[in-house]
């Protein structure tokens, strides 16, 4: 799988063999959604594929003011892929942001970001290539209900997988009583997995869009699953994730059902994360291995995960973006946030892939999840990793092969085990405080824009809203 065009010569030949009635440009806003605008083949032409197509920037959440609203979005053409959902044949191609009234790529469009991120790699001179596999969860629904109002805060997700659902009569089928239960959905087979050809027919589509797809399986929460696909370079992988959560989202929503990757949807149960595979390359060599290392990992690839962990919160604020992050990683539910690493340990923060050779030695950072703009992410990711390398890496502590998960937090501070940041108003404060190392790809103005918004957007509005446990804790005081 991969590219279906190089260029534009091949783009209009694949709109010609597809009868193409539909060109759709989409790209991704801070929040990490996408965002389109469809037009008719006709009226796309070679100039406006290489000039840009406009667009009002002030629309778009925490993007231009009113008075310089006017944007141009920049089709990479060799992104194109047919959309397996529209009724007409549609294209789609992902694009970038252009800033008119500087004449540069955009500063605050992610893809730009991420760009620039390559660029810095580049320019440092220490490797030449940097490869991103991400690994998604997702929770599929029957029905979701939210209610927000002054005097009334609530939501229900209902899943048949659910054991809420045990005494549940079904009135044409009865209830068939096949359940994962709490923390017991890794692997099963039908019929306690239902959601087998769903599954399937994601992986199918998402083969269509141009993803490499290996594997699909039920994950450990009810109703919670996960779809492997291969990885890429940073740029390419954030655009697979763009389109794997756009396939996922619609397929579900097409069988009648609801998707989401939501960290922490329900109570009691796993969440959703993004595991990030990262490795760095020059000259066709995995800088990463080092034969005869503890798992095969060399004193770079230390560095590089030693700066992740250096900059914890600044990290945190863009691999974990939203307050519901930092409840799926409270301890009990293998949440990755205790700061070490460790060959097979699920339990720490960073895990080294089990009998990993020369090309697949990698770290794999288990505490991101799909909130998370990935272009943002991955950037950040490796930003931090870069500033390990240079400065011949941070205080690191590992690795520790037992289960972290069993070790109170008491010990772990008695032992300098580092955690991630409990709350995203902690991890948000620590970016305003440490983001030097971001200055090649984001100035502190931007910075200061990103936490702000995000404050504004998560923090301050959660933070406001009672909910239903405080009321069974603080009711009767």
């Given at each position: 799988?991969?590219?279906?065009v190089n260029n ?38 070679d ?12 629309s ?11 944007m ?10 047919l ?42 001179g ?16 029957d ?20 054991h ?6 079904y ?13 017991g ?19 199918l589509?998402?083969e269509?869009v ?8 039920h994950e450990?929460?009810?109703g ?16 697979n ?6 396939v996922?989202?619609?397929?579900a929503h097409l ?30 060599t ?17 560095d ?30 293998e ?5 070490t ?15 990993a050779?020369?090309p ?9 999840d ?9 950037s ?9 390398i ?8 590992g ?29 948000l ?47 009767s005081?």
């Amino acid at each position: 799988m991969g590219k279906f065009v190089n260029n534009i010569a091949e783009f209009n030949k694949f709109c010609e063999e597809n009868e193409v009635e539909f060109i759709d440009f989409r790209f991704t806003d801070i929040k990490g959604a996408w965002h389109h605008i469809s037009y008719r083949a006709h009226a796309v032409d070679d100039k406006m594929l290489e000039a840009g197509i406009p667009f009002d920037g002030s629309s778009i959440e925490n993007w231009q003011p009113i008075n310089e609203s006017d944007m141009l979005l920049r089709p990479d053409v060799p992104t194109a892929f047919l959309d397996p959902f529209t009724a007409d044949s549609t294209v789609i191609i992902i694009c970038d942001v252009y800033d008119i009234y500087k004449n540069e790529f955009y500063a605050k469009c992610p893809r730009s970001i991420a760009k620039k991120a390559l660029r810095t790699l580049d320019e440092k001179g220490i490797a030449d290539a940097a490869y991103f596999g991400p690994e998604n969860e997702f929770f599929i629904f029957d029905d979701v209900q939210i209610t927000d109002k002054d005097n009334h805060q609530s939501f229900k997700v209902e899943t048949d997988e659910g054991h809420w659902a045990d005494d549940k009569v079904y009135e044409d089928i009865g209830n068939m009583g096949h359940r994962p239960r709490v923390k017991g959905g890794y692997f099963p087979v039908m019929p306690t997995d239902p959601a087998v050809d769903l599954r399937a027919e994601m992986m199918l589509l998402l083969e269509e869009v141009g993803l490499e797809v290996v594997l699909g399986h039920h994950e450990v929460a009810q109703g919670q699953h996960e779809i492997g696909i291969v990885y890429s370079d940073i740029i390419t992988a954030a655009d697979n994730v763009q389109k794997y959560k756009y396939v996922v989202k619609m397929v579900a929503h097409l069988n009648g059902k609801t998707a989401t990757f939501m960290p922490k949807p329900i109570y009691n149960d796993n969440g959703n994360g993004m595991h990030v595979h990262q490795s760095l390359w020059k000259d066709g060599t995995n800088l990463f291995y080092e034969e005869g290392a503890y798992a095969n990992l060399s004193k770079t690839a230390l560095d590089y995960l030693s700066g992740i962990f250096a900059h914890k919160e600044a990290v945190a604020a863009f691999t974990n973006p939203s307050t519901n992050s930092y409840k799926r990683l409270l301890p009990g539910f293998e949440a990755p946030r205790i700061l070490t690493y460790s060959s097979q340990n699920r339990s720490a923060a960073c895990r080294i892939p089990y009998g990993a050779g020369a090309p697949a030695t990698r770290i794999e950072t288990r505490f991101p999840d799909s909130t998370a703009c990935p272009y943002l992410a991955f950037s950040v990711l490796m930003m931090a990793g870069l500033d390990g390398i240079e400065k011949g890496g941070y205080e690191l502590v590992g690795p520790v092969n037992e289960d972290l998960f069993e070790i109170s937090r008491k010990e772990l501070a008695e032992r300098g085990i580092p955690e991630l940041p409990s709350t995203f108003r902690d991890s948000l404060e620590g970016l305003e405080k440490d983001h030097a190392f971001l200055a090649p790809i984001m100035d502190s103005d931007y910075v200061m824009e990103y936490s702000t918004y995000m404050f504004d957007r998560h923090v301050y509005p959660v933070e406001g809203r009672p909910t239903a446990f405080e009321f069974i804790a603080t009711y009767s005081c």
